[in-house]
C-alpha cells in the first residue's frame, strides 16, 4: 500500500494506508516498520508533519511523505 500511495505522487500519512488497508495489521508497529523499510530504500522521503485524522491515533503528529 504504501508503494501505491508513493507512486500517485500525492502526499500520504499512516492515515492513508490504515485507509486502503483490507485487514488490520498483525501488529500495532507493522505500518510504522513498512514506512522505515520505504525510507530506507528511496521509494518516500518525509515531506513535514500534520495532525492524523484517526480516531484511535487521538490527533497525534504524524509525518506526511511523499514518492521519490
Known amino acids: 500500500v504504501i508503494y501505491a500511495l ?9 492515515d492513508d494506508v ?10 500495532h508497529n507493522a505500518i510504522g ?3 522505515l523499510a520505504a525510507r530506507r530504500s528511496g521509494v518516500i ?3 513535514g508533519y500534520r495532525q492524523s485524522v ?3 491515533a487521538h490527533a497525534r503528529v504524524v509525518p506526511v511523505y511523499v514518492g521519490v
Not at 508513493?6 to 499512516?14: K, L, N, Q
Not at 490504515?18 to 498483525?26: D, S
Open 6 to 14: 508513493a507512486r500517485d505522487g500525492r502526499e500520504f500519512t499512516s
Open 18 to 27: 490504515h485507509a486502503r488497508l483490507q485487514m488490520v495489521p498483525h501488529h
Open 33 to 35: 516498520a513498512g514506512f
Open 45 to 47: 522521503r518525509r515531506t
Open 54 to 56: 484517526r480516531r484511535p
